[in-house]
C-alpha cells in the first residue's frame, strides 16, 4: 500500500516542459536529427595554376568539379576581360610537343588526372576563335572532296544541313581521304586512304576501296582524346607540319599514340573537327549555344552570330556638322582619317613645351604603335604563323611586326581561308613627309594605327578586312 501511495503521489506532480523536445526520441531513434547534423560537402577545393602568352601566370583555387569554361569566366572576371565567348583553355604537354583546346564542358581536375608526375605539362589561358567557327561556316570546314552524304539524301545539302547530319544520332556524313600514319613501333610513315564513320575510324588496306572485307580498324574517341601536333616534322619526323594525334587517358606514354599527319591545313582541319563532332555531338552545340541562350533572335541551326567587339567599336563617323553621321564610302573615310591624323599631329605639336619638340614628336608617331596590341615587334615568321594558329584560322584574325629581312619595314600576316599570308608594310616619303603603305603608294597612311583602322572597315587590297588580333595577354 505504501508503495502504491507513493508511485499516485509521483504522478500528481505537474510535469514541466521540455524546452528541447528534439533531444528526447526512442532509444531505436538517432539522438540528432538528421537536419541538424552538418551536410558533408563534396566539392573539394583544389589549386590550379594557369599560364599566359607571356608565361606569367596565376593560382586559383577552385572546386574539382569546375568546368572549363567556369575557369575561362573566372579568369574573365578576375583580369577584367571582356568576354567575347572566345577565351579557352589550352592544354600543352611539352614532353610530346601536343596540344588542343579543352572543350568548354570538360573537367579540368579530370583532365589533370590523366597527367604524369614527371611531366610539366601546362594549362593556357588564350583566345581562340575558331572553336565553334564550323557552326557558322560548316562548308569552309567541310570541303566537297572530303565529304560523302547517304545515298538517300539529296544531292544539295545546306548549311545547316550538314550540321543536322553531324549531330543526328540516325545519319552520319563519311569523311575520307589520304592521311600518313606512323607506323606502330617504327620510325617510318605510310600513306593509306581513311574513313571517318559512326563506328570509328577506319584505313583500307586495299587503295581507296572502301569495301568492308579491305577496311581496317585504326581508332575509337570515347576513352582518347585528339591532340594537334605542335612541333611539326622535329619530334616525330612527320612527312608534313599538319599533324594530329590520339592519345588514350590513360596513356603510357608516346609509344601509345597513335599519330596521323594531313597534307594540308584545311584536310587537318577538316578531319580534326569531325572527330570533334562525332565524339561530343550535341553537347558541342549546347556548348556554343550557351552565350545565346535567351537571345529571340537565336533559332536552333539558325543563328546569326554575334559581331565581335572589334567590330563594334570600328565605325567610321565625321562629326564636323551639326549632327554626326555614319560615312558609308570607304574613300570618303580614308580622307577623314588622313586628315584627323594630321590635325592630331598639328595639335599635339602645339602642345608640346619645353618638355618635347616637333622633331620628338614625329618620332613618337613613328613608334607609337609599339603600344598597341596587335604588334609584336621581333618576331619570326614561323613565330608569327604559330599564334595566329593558337588564336584560331578564321578570316581575319592578324598581327603586326617588324621585318626581318628589311629593319626599315612591316610585316602584316593574317588569316584567311585556313592559310596564313604575309604582307609587307612599305614606308614611303613624300615631301619631306613619311608614310606607311601597302598597296606601293596607292593608300597612304601616317602611322599604323591609322593604316590597321582603315583595314579593319575596308579591305581594300587585302582577301579580307582585319578582324580579330592576336595578344599576348598577362595575368
Known sequence: NRRKKKDDNILEITSIPNPFPELCCSPFASVLSASLLPKATSRKKQVIKVYSEDDSSRALEVPSDITARDVCQLLILKNHYIDDHSWTLFEELTHTGLGRALEDHELVMEVQSNWAMEEENKLYFRKNYAKYEFFKNPLTFFPDHMISFPSETSAAVSHSGILQMFLSSSTYPEIHGYLHAKEHGKKSWKKLYFLLRRSGLYFSTKGASKEPRHLQFFCEFSNSDMYMSLAGKKTSGAPTNYGFCFKPNKSGGTRDLKQLCADDEQSRTCWMTAIRLLKYGMQLYQNYMQPYQGRSCCS????????????????????????????????????????????????????????????????MGMSIHRSQSWFHHKISREEAQRLILQHGLVDGVFLVRDSQSNPKTFVLSLSHGLKIKHFQILPLEDDGKLFYTLDDGHTRFTDLIQLVEFYQLNKGVLPCKLKHYCARIAL
Do not use: K
Request: hydrophobic fraction near 35%; charge should be positive; glycine fraction near 6%.
Open 300 to 363: 536552333p541551326l539558325n543563328i546569326t552570330p554575334m559581331r565581335s567587339i572589334s567590330e563594334n567599336s570600328l565605325v567610321a563617323m565625321d562629326f564636323s556638322g551639326h549632327r554626326s553621321r555614319v560615312i558609308e564610302n570607304p574613300t570618303e573615310a580614308l580622307s577623314v582619317a588622313v586628315e584627323e591624323g594630321l590635325a592630331w599631329r598639328r595639335r599635339g605639336c602645339l602642345r608640346l613645351n619645353s618638355h618635347g619638340s616637333p622633331s620628338a614628336m614625329s618620332n
